[in-house]
């Protein structure tokens, strides 16, 4: 973990408008790198630990974690280091975002984050793109979120807050969207 996040950081002081001018690292680039950083995060987690805890009755995970006495789910892993990074204002955002969210608050709101969803569901492809929110220009990548362990098809079929109940292993779930200011 220690690696991942000091190569965000590196990454984002390299990215940086300064940076940039100089020959820094292009926004895609910037974003491909910690679209790996995140996956490679939230895998480990997934099927090294909630996997590992559910499957083998260790102790199980819930999104009703702090009430039941639980491991958090690793889609609330994600949510919360992205707003510890949000925060911190390290000048990029990220979000792990769905077509079928099982919290509403983690659906697509922007026309970019709409058509990625729909293209990362059908290509697995990642999806790039420019937007104006408020007064900023962004560089937005949505990148797919696969079912990577039977943990994560498992809780959402069967949660009866989740708008479909037929995933499977390696399938599109959702996707991790990255956000970085450009000028």
């Known amino acids: 973990m220690k690696t991942g996040l000091l190569l965000v950081a590196t990454l984002a ?3 940086s408008p300064a940076k940039k ?7 895609q680039k910037m974003t491909d790198a910690l679209y790996s950083v995140i996956s490679a995060d939230r895998t480990v987690y997934t099927r090294e630990v909630v996997n590992r805890l559910q499957n083998e009755k260790v102790i199980k995970a819930t999104e009703h974690f702090k009430d039941e006495k639980a491991l958090p789910l690793p889609a609330q892993m994600l949510r919360m280091g992205a707003e510890i990074v949000q925060k911190a204002d390290k000048g990029f955002t990220y979000a792990l975002l769905s077509e079928w969210p099982i919290n509403r608050q983690n659906a697509p709101v922007t026309d970019v984050e709409k058509k990625g969803l729909k293209q990362v569901a059908t290509s697995q492809n990642p999806y790039y793109a420019e937007e104006k929110l408020g007064d900023k220009k962004y560089f937005t990548a949505v990148y797919p979120d696969k079912a990577v362990a039977d943990a994560c098809v498992t809780c959402h079929n069967d949660n009866p807050d989740s708008p479909r109940s037929d995933f ?3 399938d599109v779930m959702g996707g991790v969207v990255i956000r970085i200011p450009v000028e």
């Open 21 to 27: 001018e100089a020959g820094g690292i292009a926004p």
């Open 13 to 15: 002081v390299a990215c």
């Open 168 to 170: 499977k292993l390696g």
